[in-house]
């Protein structure tokens, strides 16, 4: 069942102004795709082929929009296609004209031979099965023996070992300078592997660091003075401070001491902040402000318009995961949303301007322990066994006068990035970049960064041995391990910034940034490019490697893959750079929307990975496996594995609901999508054959994909949102994110101003996807 390439006019509005029912099975029938390569799918063995639904639906005139009921990215395992057969809402308008002559002669034809084909390979899948013995599997295609074999070279008896061999190495040496220790082993290492061109790459960078006394917090009623942990100071005789208290602190907070009264704000909405407004008596507020819901940049710029000068910051025990217990902990925070603060926007390199930015706000900011923010609020200890209530205020109390006292101070360090190449063969000016850090806030923490640098070092190695061997990838490979990301993603920031070859040549990012945070189940988080490749390679893990056991409480229920707005190194790649991203993690999260941004604490972990998070290293190895999937693929596949039509379907889904949404929008969306279904079928799908693949084709088509998620980034988001309007604030956000500050400030002019931006955004992708058409309409190569 060969699919036939057709070409088709685009002149006009690119809409049909009917379809009768000859036209329908016409078009239905030249968006089959190949059966036999839909079989050739790794491990298609254990998947169970699914009848076709009705592909295409009448069509009416002018622009159709679909209904707007949720749509979830493909997960299928048969291939990028057949989410358009998956759809029963999606009507398509892009026509060629027919005569009527060749309709009747040639769909009865076509029909036949299809229906033909479709049986014949059906006997062969029945004979195949049916001369099989129990149990025995069928050998795969070529491309699926050379991916088995590199993830086979991937188990977490090397993983472990790697971890051993660098805690090894560290311990052995007596550099003060602990990330330098670091970077220069990774780069011994990565080098003695096979990457080429590996090297250091550094920065002087103004950090915010504690300094020699911890921040206090006294209750001036009473006299009681506490250090961050719920600790009381020290008073007499000096004991000594430990790190633990020293980093509880929040990195770029402004410094001093302040008087004031404490409000309880929860989570900073506008409503809780309306009523401290409401009862204040004009002196200064400090607020207790609960992590989560939103980003902590974003809430913190509303305190600054509610008028509050300091911030007391704490994670509600019930928004933890129940086996976690960390009540009696403070924490760290930065307040950096990412770079050198003294070079904002451009690289720290010698001769830089630099600006003297000691502070990044007008707030006082101390992360506090729950334990202590429970004290605060003269909550009693008593929890029932079973029952998590959550942190409030009593209606009734009286609030407290709150001394905050914060001693950061600001100074040059220098940062060390380690980046390392894997040349490509067919497309070496393309880069598949692949990052974790080497950083933590507390140099002795290692267990906040070297499992992601064991599974890196385990990925190249598997990956080196190929190559050694012969293989290389069609396009370059590059390791990168970055140096400051525990404070704002300094390192990545600052070379993605002096690198101004990542704007054009870029293609995606995965990120390693910490592959095993919990015990619960993979979680994947992916732009919506790659939402059905993450949700493919989901599957394939589970059927062909076993990997993916969920577990202790039940039977699978679908791949965990979203769109989510993430902390880490990722923010630049996926926010400025705006390629397609993706990150597998192990975590474990309690459930509501409450958790999203809990990332933000930086708690002290003195725990080993050994004896707490994985034992056994299977969760580091499943990491490594579908990392090493998601490489493979995006460095090895002629067509690029993003999927413009998942785009489309995610905007349409932020736009349901209609309150906010006018009908140009609305059509606006649909016409996108349905661009992005036509582009998807009739140029993707050729060059994805090898009969049909022509290299300039290619090239021009892998440039459309890695541009398209670009069209969706905002100049001047509000504080802490990405400007990538494609990610979610939360697993739960129906939304675009940018409405959110609109929304809650009841601003109908930014409204407004937000939703012209997402007009525009929508306008260009689709200019972009008409471009592509027609420069491939164009090309002298192609022929009918």
């Not at 609030?399 to 914060?406: A, M």
């Amino acid at each position: 069942m060969a699919y036939r390439k057709v070409r088709a006019g685009l002149s006009g509005s690119m809409h049909s102004q009917g379809l009768d029912k000859e036209e329908i099975q016409t078009a239905s029938l030249e968006l089959e795709w190949d059966m036999e390569k839909e079989l050739e799918e790794p491990c298609a063995d254990g998947f169970q082929l699914e009848p076709a639904e009705n592909r295409i639906a009448g069509g009416s005139p002018g622009v159709a929009i679909p209904e707007l009921d949720h749509i979830e990215p493909s997960v299928s395992p048969h291939g990028r296609f057949e989410r358009l057969e998956e759809d029963p809402d999606y009507v398509t308008h892009f026509t060629r004209p027919i005569s009527k002559g060749q309709r009747n002669s040639v769909c009865p034809v076509v029909r036949y031979l299809l229906v033909g084909t479709a049986l014949f390979v059906l006997g062969l899948i029945v004979g195949r099965f049916t001369r099989s013995t129990p149990g025995s599997v069928s050998a795969p295609p070529a491309d699926t023996d050379f991916y088995q074999r590199v993830l086979s070279d991937i188990t977490a008896e090397k993983i472990r070992n790697n971890l051993n061999n660098l805690i090894q190495a560290l311990n052995s040496l007596s550099t003060e300078d602990g990330e330098l220790s670091r970077a220069l082993y990774l780069l011994r290492q990565w080098t003695e592997l096979g990457l080429t061109d590996v090297h250091l790459v550094n920065y002087s960078v103004l950090l915010s660091l504690p300094s020699s006394s911890p921040n206090t917090i006294t209750v001036k009623t009473s006299g009681q003075c506490f250090y961050p942990n719920r600790q009381p100071c020290h008073t007499g005789s000096p004991q000594p401070t430990s790190n633990n208290q020293l980093f509880s602190f929040a990195a770029y907070s402004a410094s001093g001491t302040l008087e004031g009264e404490m409000f309880d704000v929860q989570y900073g909405n506008i409503q809780d902040l309306s009523k401290a407004n409401a009862s204040t008596n004009g002196t200064n507020k400090i607020a207790l402000l609960k992590l989560g819901q939103a980003p902590l940049l974003y809430k913190l710029s509303l305190l600054v318009e509610a008028g509050f000068a300091g911030v007391l910051t704490y994670v509600d025990p019930c928004d933890l995961p129940r086996q976690e217990d960390l009540q009696s902990k403070a924490f760290s925070i930065t307040l950096n949303p990412g770079g050198d603060p003294s070079t904002p926007m451009y690289p720290s390199i010698a001769g830089s301007y630099r600006e003297l930015r000691a502070d990044l706000t007008s707030l006082l900011v101390q992360p506090i322990s729950a334990s202590l923010a429970r004290e605060l609020l003269s909550l009693p200890e008593f929890l029932k066994k079973g029952h998590c209530i959550p942190l409030a205020a009593p209606a009734t109390q009286v609030r407290k006068t709150i001394v905050l006292t914060i001693g950061t101070k600001t100074s040059y360090k220098t940062i060390h990035n380690v980046i390392g190449y894997l040349k490509g063969a067919t497309n070496p000016d393309r880069y598949v970049l692949v990052g974790g850090r080497h950083g933590s806030w507390l140099g002795d923490a290692m267990n906040e960064w070297s499992g992601g640098a064991a599974v890196m070092t385990q990925i190249i190695t598997s990956l080196t041995i190929q190559a050694r061997k012969g293989w290389q990838p069609d396009r370059t490979t590059v390791f990168c391990s970055w140096g400051g990301s525990e404070f704002g993603n300094i390192g990545s920031f600052e070379w993605g910034e002096n690198q101004v070859v990542l704007q054009s040549n870029a293609v995606a990012y995965i990120s390693l940034h910490h592959p095993v945070s919990g015990k619960g189940p993979l979680h994947s988080v992916a732009s919506p490019s790659l939402l059905q490749l993450v949700s493919d390679i989901h599957k394939v893990m589970l059927i062909c490697f076993k990997l993916l056991n969920c577990t202790r409480r039940g039977n699978c229920t679908g791949p965990n893959v979203n769109s989510v707005q993430t902390s880490g190194d990722v923010n630049f790649f996926a926010n400025h750079l705006a390629i397609p991203t993706a990150e597998f993690a192990f975590q474990e999260t309690s459930a509501g929307k409450k958790t999203s941004f809990l990332s933000e604490a930086f708690f002290p972990d003195n725990s080993s990975v050994l004896e707490t998070l994985d034992p056994s290293f299977s969760l580091h190895e499943t990491v490594a496996k579908v990392t090493g999937a998601a490489i493979l693929r995006v460095v090895s596949d002629p067509v690029l594995p993003f999927y413009p039509l998942d785009i489309a379907l995610e905007i349409q889904n932020k736009l349901k609901g209609g309150e906010l949404s006018s009908e140009e929008l609305l059509q606006k969306a649909a016409s996108l999508r349905e661009s992005t279904a036509f582009f998807q079928s009739e140029m993707m799908r050729p060059a994805n054959d090898p009969k049909e693949r022509d290299p300039s084709h290619v090239r021009m088509l892998n440039d459309v994909l890695r541009d398209l998620e670009r069209s969706f980034t905002v100049p001047q988001p509000p504080p802490g949102l990405y400007r990538n309007i494609l990610y979610n604030l939360n697993v739960h956000a129906t939304e675009f994110s940018i409405l959110k500050d609109a929304q809650d400030m009841q601003r109908q002019d930014k409204m407004n101003q937000s939703l012209s931006q997402v007009l525009n955004a929508i306008n260009s992708a689709e200019r972009l996807i008409r471009s592509g058409l027609e420069l491939f309409e164009n090309d002298p190569t192609q022929t009918n």
